[in-house]
């Protein structure tokens, strides 16, 4: 006879760990606090910045906690009954189980001694939980072959990144080895005869009012098109990576790699733009060329020109730069362009205060200065006289949450530009530039002047301009204020490069 006999199957448990998980969790520890915080008046103000109602895995103890919380914000007493009256009011009270079940809490425990130890519990569990739920739905649509991959990342990124920040504490620290910081740093600027304890921008009078740009500061730098903020930026690089040989990175949101080393040829070996563009240079020219470029050559300045560039990729690039090559200083141009793409903002205003506050975070993480360049709005246009033109605080674009989060607002004006020739004290301000310290949160504001060589896209200290006015005429043309190829230059030159701003020409 065949034998009909089926093969034995082994019994699978009940549970299979390999395929179902119980999400994390901890709810006799939730009874535990809940109950703790019935007992002890004090211990609300442990665990209120750990926990939140949603903290917790069973939806009644949510209630519970919720109704705590209530209390506590009307400073109201809390213990068993005050908690059954709120939940009543709520109409809570039923669902998590009638009076019977908040005494149970109240009675389960006599101490509140390990309230934040379990508390702690409490908020890694929710926080292992938020992180399988943002995990299942960037895996879901990983399986989404309509939706774009790059798209996909930069959602992944901004939503990891929001867990991290609502999620982020800071413990506070006895002031003892924050003084012996203090002082450290006094010894050391005290050491330094210039005065300098942050990075050098390379011209004297800034350095002297600012004392060099600052660690885990972020410095905004402003001022409407044609005004020279990105040319002020360049030429700080220069100073900076080039003479100095500090590392640093720029990224530029609107040039690309080669036209920002273009505009820094331009700098460095002084020959006109358009003149680098279509090749015509003079043997002189040439030679100059030749020469100056080795001080660009070897220098320790990082380019990424990547467009639309994201808070959250910045980031990213911003640690790897600081860990592998030592970055001490990082220049952004410009703030508006950058995005937060991956999370949701109901504005404009809201997205640029995220990524402001974000600049600002990362600088202190990194602690090096940050520099981001800033577009005003119109305002200054429509004001008229001399003190009109000049920019405010107020005239910040999009945001005033940049004046806000900024330790530094500088304004990049140049009063010739509207035809302004004199300052308020007869100063003649034709081929100038004045540096407008608005905010400082740790010095004076003021104004500094610098020659504006615009043919050059360069600022230089006034110093350096009379030595170079000598040989002005071996780019082609005068300082600005003069006469550039043969004609009165009043105002702004038209861009050698060719770059159009949101608001129209931006030659500088």
Known sequence: MPDNKQPRRTRKPATDNTFVHVQPQATEIEKTVLGALMIDKDAYSVVCELLYPESFYEPRNQKIYEAIRELELREKPVDVWTVTEQLAHQGDLEDVGGPGYVTELSSRVSSSASIEYHARIIAQKFLARQLISYASVIETKAFDETIDVEDLMQEAEGSLFELSQKNMKKDYTQIDPVIKNAVDGIQKAAANKDGLTGVSTGYYKLDDMTSGWQASDLIIIAGRPAMGKTSFALSMAKNIASDNKVPMAFFSLEMSNTQLVNRLISNVCEIQGSKILNGQLHPDEWDRLDKRLNNLLGAPLYVDDTPGLSVFE???????????????????????????????????????????????????????????????????????????????????????????????????????????????????????????????????????????????????????????????????????????????????????????????????
Do not use: C, W
């Open 314 to 508: 910045l980031r990213t690039k911003a640690r790897r730069l600081v860990r592998e090559h030592g970055v001490k200083i990082i220049m952004i141009d410009y703030l508006q362009l950058m995005n937060a793409q991956g999370m949701r903002f109901s504005s404009r205003q809201e997205e640029v205060s995220t990524i402001s506050r974000s600049l600002k975070g990362l600088a202190k993480e990194l602690n090096i200065p940050i520099i981001a360049l800033s577009q005003l709005n119109r305002g200054v246009e429509s004001r008229e006289g001399n003190d009109g033109k000049r920019p405010q605080l107020s005239d910040l674009r999009e945001s005033g949450a940049i004046e806000q989060d900024a330790d530094m607002v500088l304004f990049v004006h140049r009063p010739e530009y509207y035809h302004i020739y004199q300052d308020e004290h007869g100063h003649d301000l034709r081929g100038m530039a004045q540096i407008i310290i608005a905010k400082h949160r740790k010095g004076a504001t003021g104004d500094v002047l610098l020659n504006f060589r615009g043919e050059f896209t360069r600022f230089e200290n006034p110093e350096d301009g009379k030595l170079n006015t000598k040989n002005a005429n071996d780019g082609g043309g005068e300082i600005l204020g003069s006469k550039v190829n043969g004609g009165d230059q009043v105002g702004t030159m038209e861009s050698p490069f060719g770059y159009d701003g949101p608001d129209g020409p931006m030659p500088f």
